[in-house]
């Protein structure tokens, strides 16, 4: 694992900017799986502006998104879909048929997952991963569990996820208790993974990742096993370290 500690949230999205940039020079039609949530806000508006300086093309660029919660449809205020439109795909000259967030709708969620992994699979596999962590060490919706769950799958989310997750609702009640998430294989067959935590609310989890044993109950940790990754922090989540 490289690890990076910058001042603030600001430089340590301009530096993950960057490296989405390299990646997309170097490889034009690259395949970036993405993330939702606070964390990445900072580096899609990095993102946007290298786009719309024409620095960055990302007409031949794929992607995919870690998650979506389960029952929302896409034109929904709180999917990801609509919040991935909203933070990047409607600011950047992407195809929007090659940007891809799993269904969280329709008769049948676990299919919906079987074939999302087999989406990336016949894709060629993600280049670059951008992850968030939860404040209970939760990468995609892979929650804290006795045991790594592997494949694309549906997951219960945890309290703490749903407590986290309130402020993008109306009301607590309103989060949905089930996402579909890339499992813990998916995300670790990226040939390169960049995890951006930012604020000392995730310093306990980052600690956990970085320092502690490959524990499930803490599945960042499974990112030691990762032969390429970077992490990229601010102070505060670098402060228990
Ligand atoms: C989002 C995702 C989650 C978030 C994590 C951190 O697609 O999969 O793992 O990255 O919950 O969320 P924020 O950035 O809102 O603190």
Known sequence: MTIRVFENDRLAAKAAATIFASEILKKPDCIIGLATGSTPVPTYQELIRLNQEGVLDFSKVRSFNLDEYVGL????????????????????????????????????????????????????????????????????????????????????????????????????????????????RTIMSARRILMIATGEGKAQAVRDMICGDIDPRHPASILQAHHNVQILLDKGAASLL
Do not use: W
């Open 73 to 184: 449809a896409p034109e929904h205020p709180c999917s990801y879909r609509r919040f991935m439109n909203e933070q990047l795909f409607d600011h950047i000259n992407i195809d929007k048929a090659n940007t891809h967030v799993p269904s969280g709708i329709g008769d049948d969620p676990e299919k919906n997952a079987a074939e999302y992994d087999a989406a990336i699979e016949a894709a060629g596999g993600v280049d670059l991963q951008l992850l968030g962590i939860g404040h209970n060490g939760h990468i995609g919706f892979n929650e804290p569990c006795d045991r790594f769950i592997a494949p694309t799958n549906i997951v219960t989310l945890t309290d703490s996820t749903i407590n986290a997750n309130t402020r993008f609702f109306e009301k607590r009640e309103d989060v949905p208790r089930k996402a579909i998430s890339m499992g813990i």
